[in-house]
């Protein structure tokens, strides 16, 4: 038995409390018993002495002491009742006095003289305990035909002692018992109510990455511990979600990084097996191992920019960047890539629209956009960069008149590594990583994207940026791309 336990603590606490109140309730039972007992006597002395009292009212005025004692003898026989009783004619001449009781209790001739009661006292004001002889007196006064009497009745209190006694010895070893019983109840108890954490931290212990399937018993109970086993099966679900995903990614990653390792690897085979290869041979094939390793870093640049958003990494600048100018400027530096697919870009509608960002990462959005629009549009094509301001946001739109998406898959388009046409983007060098980098910068600028696209008319992609309250979303939100992405 742990005391620091809670099953212990409660079980504790309980047990003062039952304690507590039986103690209380033990009180009041013999309190009550008592004093009911007591309004009993009282009542049955008095009784008595009223028998007393009609004899004296009933007395002629010249009625002879010995006539008196004789109708007190036969009709209340005080001694032989186990009574005490003694009958003053006032002032000071004792007519009446019981002898000892027939039982033996107190001795009558100890009870002390009379003392009279304060004129107006109630009827319990006129009855007084002799403790030191054990009775209860009640004393009366009264004015008859033949005098003044004062009726002083009693009787022993001893019965009624006996009787709480017993009570008391029953509360004393009742009361320990009860205690004992309802701790070890309440314990057993506790502890049956605690068992369901008992099993949840049981699991929780087995629990590793390889078995995050398992689940927690739900007792419907509709209380706390229902609604704790199922906030933990909930976070078990998330957290085998976000796992899968991190282990999708980076099986796919690696296997992205295998292809172009793999040229590599051939291209540099064939150069060390071929002894006598020209000089034209060797530029070609060092070109193709350099094209190889320039897509291996721009991937790897793209992974780092993943992870790094995934692990909620704050933007170093956070700025105002007018879009328009980003965007010219970005496209102008890729003119070069769009005469060589044959493709205009078109610049004609870019209006000032400023955003709070980090410029690097927004140019960022705009190169893989513009990318993407570039080498999915067949020369000949047109890809048209507009900005704006818009109720309270920076809007940005990629439109290109290329092959487009169809429409099954342009929800998954920002998934990682996920790509329309494997075959055609993996000829064209794309890990299919590009908009899943755009949609991780957007959520960190609190931006959203939405495309359109139409097969083999072409697409827009339209970002809408919060242009006053641009702000950097905390960490826990970028890691949730990890299940979207
Ligand atoms: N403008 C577009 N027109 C047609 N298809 C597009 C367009 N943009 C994206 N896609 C499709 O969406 C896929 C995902 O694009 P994403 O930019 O993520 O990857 P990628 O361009 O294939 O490779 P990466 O950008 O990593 O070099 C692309 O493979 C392509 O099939
Ligand atoms: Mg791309």
Redesign the pocket.
Known sequence: MNPRSLAFRLGAWYTLLLGVIFVLLGAATFFGLQSYLKSTLLDSIRRRSTQVQQILFEAPASVADAELQRQIDSRVAPAFNNRFLRVTRLPAAVIYRSGAPANGEFDPAAVGPPVDPAPGAGAADRARTLPELGILLSTSVLDTASGRYRVEMGASLHPMQTVLSHQLVVLAILLPMLVVAAAASGYVLVNRALRPVDRISALAEQLSLQNLSQRLPVERTGDALERLAIALNNMLGRLRDSVQTQRRFLADASHELRTPLTVIKGELQELSSQTRASAEEMRERVGSVLEEVGRLE??VS?LLMLSRLDAGERPREWADVDLAELAHSTAEQMRLIAEDGGVVVDLSDLRRAVVRGDRARLKQVIV??L???I???PRGGRVSIRSREEAQCGVLE?K?T????PAD?LPR??????????A???D???????????KSICTVHGAEIA?E?ELGH??C?RLRFPRITGRILPAATSNENLKTG
């Open positions: 721009q991937l793209g893989n956009l990318d993407n629009a080498r999915y549009t990629v290109d290329g092959v487009g998406i898959a388009v920002f998934d990682r590594f996920f790509r329309v046409d494997d055609r983007s993996r064209d060098g794309g890990a299919g990583i590009g908009l899943s980098i755009v495309v696209s072409g697409s992609f």
